[in-house]
């Protein structure tokens, strides 16, 4: 597979309804927004929010596109086959839509000066190689349609799809920058509202877990060579264990003052064990064949995603 994976973000939606107390200050803080007021910390949480489902719109689309590819790729080295290109089933692409007031190539005030430069150029570089793609994408379902592969033995096509192969590189790099600061940014300004809300304990036990799987997945799939790594992915793998057993033997939330918490914590914590399940079986095939397959990446990142819905399940 030739577009890239995206591994799940470490930046995450934050829950913003139950989540509209707390104190000024965080001994965790890393960046000058550890001393905003609640209300600028609600605009960068929200922020966080919408660039997040943004570029998880984006990336829906990319993973659609690159089945896409696959087949046409293939279809274009024997266009003669009657077959080549039935059953190629276009991407699929859903607008973004957002009820809040902020939008991704607008970071609000909140922010400083130098961080909304930021995210302006990042945003809009990010935006106008997406729309490049799916520019590139309309030429290359064009050249198909019309059957043009006849005039030049499928020249053009495997133009079309090495652009966007590159594009989604450079797409990716913007993607990638603009996460990386939102986690940071994002987490200081979490931690001023969840300050004294009463499911703050929770909720951080499991953005810890939910980190430290993200770091996980991106150590064991981002080497070609499984070898070299394997000693660290065992000790980090101890590590998400430990973690995970630690959690699970937390008091779950009091449900007479929160209903369906208890049952909620309970599905992010079994979420948590199935990626571990999945992780135990990719470290032991990876072993044996000394790297890891596109199945295994992708059946990781699946799991890796419900512990993402199990966590939103249990802010919302």
Known sequence: MKLRIKLIA??????LTACKSGDKKDGDAKTEYAEADKGDANDIVEYNNVL??????????????????????????NPEDRFAFSGVIPPHALSFIS???????????????????FFKENVAGLSS????IKETYKSLDDYIKAEDWKDDKSAKGKLLID??????????????KILTKLEVIGDDAERIILKSHPLREYIFALKDDRKAVAEFTKLITESENYKPVEGKVKAAYDALETQNKK????????????????????????????YLIE??????????????????????????????SAYNGFVD
């Open 279 to 308: 992780a135990r079986k990719i470290m032991r095939d990876a072993s044996a064949s000394g790297k890891l397959t596109e199945s295994n990446v992708e059946d990781l990142i699946r799991k890796q995603d419900s512990m993402r």
């Open 163 to 176: 652009s966007i192969y590159s594009m989604s590189k450079t797409y990716y790099n913007y993607d990638d």
């Open 247 to 274: 959690h699970i033997e937390m008091a779950v939330p009091d449900v007479s003052k929160f209903p369906g918490k208890d049952y909620s914590f309970k599905r992010f914590n079994d979420s948590f064990n199935d």
């Open 10 to 15: 470490l930046a995450f939606a934050v829950s």
């Open 129 to 132: 190689t997406m729309a490049k």
């Open 99 to 117: 009820i809040s007031k902020i939008k991704p190539e607008t970071p609000p005030s909140a922010l400083s000066s130098d961080d909304q430069k």
């Open 52 to 77: 997040v489902s943004y570029t998880d719109k984006n990336n829906d689309y990319l993973k659609s596109l690159d089945r896409t590819l696959s087949h046409i790729s293939k279809g274009l080295e």
